[in-house]
């Protein structure tokens, strides 16, 4: 089953607060993919791009354009609970 997102929000320092439709609550660390990911550096240097992510219709991505994306359950895999 994958996990929908029913609850984003991002915090400072590129960490996203998210909550799913099972009540698990994460924090996700998206420097981790700046870093690793050439495509996500843009959320670094574009003023303001990081704040203006999307949920797709189905609840199991974030996207903030089309090059960059987050599926639900890596954020749910990889994501600290909290």
């Known amino acids: 089953m994958i996990p929908r997102i029913t609850k984003i929000e991002p915090r400072e320092n590129y960490i996203l607060y998210v909550i799913f439709d099972d009540g698990k609550k994460v924090l996700y660390d998206v420097k981790d993919d700046i870093h690793t990911l050439p495509t ?25 354009n089309d090059e960059i994306d987050l599926a639900s359950d890596i954020i749910y895999e990889y994501g600290l609970s909290c």
Not at 43 to 59: A, C, V
């Open 40 to 64: 996500y550096r843009n959320l670094m240097t574009e003023p303001g791009l990081f704040q203006n992510f999307q949920i797709d219709e189905s609840r199991t991505c974030v996207f903030w």
